[in-house]
């Protein structure tokens, strides 16, 4: 029996508990590549998300100090069983990371375990500043700053940061590609950047270039592909109410996009199989 530990990494609003809610409905209900074997042991965790999305609206955001992990009982196609422990936790968890330099114990072990990486960045509300770039350039002699001093990171060093002290707390060094841990990359919300014959990666190097640059570079390229994912194909709001999740099921909305690009598919959990047939 395989126990492969992944570890979710996303910052607030990133999209992991509609995530989590929407992969279980569709092991349970609509599965692909990946099946459930049985039911997991405490479902408390996604039967409320499930339940928001049966009547149209989004769940709520997880609380900073929640962790709930499920530990999901699965199959591939070929019937090879594993366990899958599977968390969702409240982002600013990880946002902190940054403001605080240190990460703690329980997440230090839980990176040092993990053998694969699930990273969920969602683009559209990453914040980069090619605008104040542009306008220092159009006044390059003037005296007078002519951009406001910004106080928030652009994101491609957060992120950049944020991956540099990950790996160092899970102690491992970027002399060499990385193997271990296998990354996926999942692009969240991607609805939000509309219609694209890019592919995700692509998409990637667009918005935080330094981001796909540094992964690029000292990821083995076997070893790290990058998704789009909608888990819902749309926004939903808490008194949404939309139609096509109460009367076809949450199961049958979202889509992901393969790192080649392509055709959107519902199987929402073949980032998952990649990421698990490379550490199995
Ligand atoms: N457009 C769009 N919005 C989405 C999608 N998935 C989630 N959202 C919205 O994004 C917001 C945040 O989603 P969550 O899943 O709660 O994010 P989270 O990472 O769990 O956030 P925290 O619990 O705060 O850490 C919610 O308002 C959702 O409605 C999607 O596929 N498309
Ligand atoms: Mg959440």
Known sequence: ?????????GGPNSGKTHYTGQLYGRLQRNPGTLRLRGA???????????RCLENGNAA???????????????????????????????GEQLKQVISTRSVDLAWQARLCKAKGWLLLIRLKAEVTFPDALEKLAEHPHCG???????????ANAYWVEKLQILLHVAKLGIVKPLERPRLAILLSCYDELGESTATPAEELARKLPLVASFIRSNWHKDEVSIWG??????????NSGVEVFIDEGPEHQGWVVMPHGGDRTQDLSLPLKWLLDGIA
């Open 1 to 9: 029996m395989l126990t492969p530990e992944i570890v979710l990494l």
């Open 40 to 50: 997991p042991a405490d479902l408390s965790a996604f039967q409320e998300v499930l």
């Open 60 to 90: 709520s955001h997880t609380p900073h100090g929640t962790w709930s992990e499920v530990c999901l009982p699965l199959q591939d196609e070929n019937g090879r069983a594993m366990d899958l422990s599977w968390p969702d936790y409240g």
């Open 144 to 154: 007078e700053p002519s951009v406001s001093r910004v106080s928030t990171w652009d």
């Open 229 to 238: 994912l909608s888990s819902l194909g749309q926004e939903l709001t808490d």
